[in-house]
């Protein structure tokens, strides 16, 4: 009896062993299936989306989220999108259920509307000491809205001065000094070529905005301030009639000409001296064999009248709705200053980060002319002033007066500031 009982005994030990056996190897599988699906999801969530505008792009942005997901495991999809009503569409898909993209690069121009929309993320990847020594005041500026870093600085746009080296030992400091040259200029074998002294598209305001641009006030020096927005002093006036006389020395056609042209004319050795935009740079040296031209920022009008270039400043910004807003930090960082030296490359897009290397020695007065230029202004009432003005650069050129211009830019710019206050 007591030998039955035992065996009994064991027997219910051993069962109930092999339930616990059994029940442990169930929980462990439910635990690594559960490990496995937050894993998944996890995965899932930190995938990114980018939008951008500029197919030029293209194959930074490719090599860069390939580089990142290399390193980190997660994907980024690239979308290429429409610039029209570009912050518009990013705020549609934003609240839609399909959701907007977690990063998107935008202009400085558009950057106060993206904010006012609530679209965008303050910019707390940088310490204050990498922002100092890594980025020039203009892109930090550039990126700035409402007191507070909203943006990751990418990339410059800007406009500056080209002059054949063959024809020209060194760079001009004033317009007065390409008078002189052109006053004392004689043809030679060497200048067989030599159609112009000096041409530029006067019918781009963007290569236009140099003569004036130092005597503007457009919202301060972050370009979002109501309250700091001058655009008739004296010396644009002055300014815009010195560039009206220009039309007696050099009778450019504005009709005519176009940005291509100009830059062709001056590739083929048929013009000493132009104003080109940044992308011209990498247009040359496809065509050239050798580094003929010298770069040298916008020369001053006289001793008197000084000058700046305009620029624009393309940055990263990263969406407010994400919902991985810490993986879009660290991939808009990468993007903009881990990977800044293939960007030119592979763009032909100049990085505001500072310190990258070029093969072009002179490629470096680029970024002197962008510290020393005018940022597009943010302020949606300042948008339409650049046709404004581009209309009233083209009266100008043609013999129109310049106060009457002017004033008329004015008031109708003022007007809509205060309409708005």
């Not at 962008?370 to 009432?381: A, F, G, I, M, Q």
């Not at 009266?395 to 008031?411: F, L």
């Amino acid at each position: 009896m007591r030998h039955t009982i035992y065996r009994r005994a064991i027997a219910i030990l051993v069962v109930l062993l092999v339930f616990a056996q059994m029940g442990q190897v169930a929980f462990s599988y439910h635990q690594k299936q559960k490990e496995a699906a937050e894993a998944g999801q996890d995965m899932e969530q930190k995938a990114l989306t980018l939008w951008y505008t500029d197919e030029k792009l293209n194959s930074y942005l490719v090599q860069t989220a390939a580089d990142y997901k290399k390193q980190t495991g997660v994907d980024v999809t690239l979308q290429l999108v429409t610039a029209v009503d570009y912050i518009e569409h990013i705020n549609t898909a934003s609240i839609s259920d399909l959701g907007g993209p977690d990063l998107f690069v935008v202009s400085s121009e558009l950057l106060e509307k993206a904010r006012l929309a609530g679209l965008t993320v303050e910019n707390d990847s940088f310490t204050e000491q990498e922002l100092s020594k890594d980025f020039p005041e203009k892109a930090i500026d550039a990126a700035t809205c409402g007191g507070k870093l909203m943006a990751y600085p990418f990339y410059f746009e800007t406009c500056f001065l080209l002059y054949n080296k063959n024809y020209a030992d060194s760079a001009p400091s004033t317009i007065d000094e390409i008078l002189d040259y052109a006053d004392n200029y004689e043809a030679t074998d060497a200048t067989e070529k030599v159609e112009n002294i000096f041409k530029w598209n006067v019918a781009d305001i963007f290569s236009n905005f140099f003569f004036i641009s130092n005597y503007v006030n457009l919202g301060g020096e972050t370009g979002d301030d109501p309250t700091q927005v001058s655009l008739d002093a004296q010396e644009v006036k002055d300014c815009l009639a010195y560039y009206q006389s220009l039309n007696a020395f050099f009778a450019i056609d504005a009709d005519e000409i176009t940005t291509d042209n100009v830059l062709q004319e001056f590739i083929d050795g048929k013009t000493v001296y132009t104003i080109a935009k940044t992308d011209a740079i990498a247009q040359i040296d496809a065509a050239a064999d050798s580094y003929f031209y010298g770069i040298a920022e916008v020369p001053n009008l006289t001793d008197e009248l000084s000058t700046k270039g305009l620029s624009v400043t393309n940055s990263v910004v990263v969406n407010a709705y994400s919902k991985e807003r810490d993986t879009a930090k660290e991939f808009a960082r990468f993007l903009t200053y881990d990977k800044a030296d293939e960007l030119y490359v592979m763009s032909n897009k100049m990085p505001v980060r500072l310190g990258v290397s070029y093969e072009n020695p002179e490629m470096s007065v680029l970024l002197d002319q962008y510290e020393n230029s005018v940022e597009v202004p943010k302020l949606t009432d300042l948008s339409n002033y650049w046709i404004e003005m581009e209309i009233a650069f083209a009266n100008i050129w043609k013999g129109n007066d310049v106060n009457t211009e002017v004033d008329s830019v004015t008031r109708k710019i003022m007007s809509q500031l205060q309409a708005t206050e």
